[in-house]
């Protein structure tokens, strides 16, 4: 599922969720325009994703994040992983780019 943001015409925010629409949505690929930061544009958009009825039924939607956890936790009411050993990655072998 995509979720856009617009100023006017010209797009200035994206967020997708991966889900099955069943159990379990990953939110992921969040993104707001540089010039567009700070404005309220990411705060809108998790809102959006948060309040579509597709979701609802959920019972879980997660998400990563380096530095915007305090945004998801206002406006999206997420909050730290409740039983984090119950969570496993498997990483790529190749740098993450900066």
């Not at 992921?28 to 998790?46: K, N, P, Q, T, Y």
């Amino acid at each position: 599922m995509c979720f856009v943001a617009l100023r006017g015409n010209r797009q200035v925010g994206f967020a997708r969720v991966v889900t099955d629409l069943a159990t379990f949505g990953w939110l992921c690929d969040v993104f707001v325009d540089e010039s567009e930061r700070g404005r309220g544009v990411g705060a809108r958009l998790v809102e959006a994703v948060v309040a579509d009825p597709r979701l609802n039924g959920l019972r879980r939607l997660a998400l990563a994040t380096r530095d915007a956890s305090t945004l998801y936790e206002r406006y999206g009411g997420f909050e730290p992983l409740v039983a984090p050993e119950r969570w496993m990655e498997r990483r790529s072998r190749r740098p993450e780019p900066s």
